[in-house]
Nanobody, 125 residues
């Protein structure tokens, strides 16, 4: 049974850092893409970052490229999102998502079948 659980959200000041974790169970990472999405109230869900776990290829939205880094720990069946130089515009609920490979569009929400419950990230101004 596939399950995803996010953790690590919280309140930080602009310029600060957070590391989000996505703990996966019921499947092996090598067979799946894992992605981070975010959604602020009244806005569409935005693909932030994704990793193709078959080869480690990573993808980033233009708004976070250079500031965020996605990584994996296969032994722990966990994917991380390291967020540095945070801005108020990064405030959102962050969701972890997964789907069986191969994918066509790694940062599009419609590609993913499995979702976590989300974790709130708030960057104060």
């Amino acid at each position: 049974q596939v399950q995803l659980v996010e953790s690590g959200g919280g309140l930080v000041q602009p310029g600060g850092s957070l590391r989000l974790s996505c703990s996966a169970s019921g499947f092996t990472l090598d067979d799946y893409a894992i992605a981070w999405f975010r959604q602020a109230p009244g806005k569409e869900r935005e693909g932030v970052s994704s990793i193709d776990n078959s080869d480690g290829t990573t993808y980033y939205s233009n708004s976070v490229k250079g500031r965020f880094t996605i990584s994996r720990d296969n032994a722990k069946n966990t994917v991380y999102l390291q967020m540095n130089s945070l801005k108020p515009e990064d405030t959102a609920v962050y969701y972890c998502a997964a789907d069986l490979l191969p994918l066509v569009a790694f940062l599009q929400a419609y590609e993913y079948d499995y979702w976590g419950q989300g974790t709130q990230v708030t960057v104060s101004s």
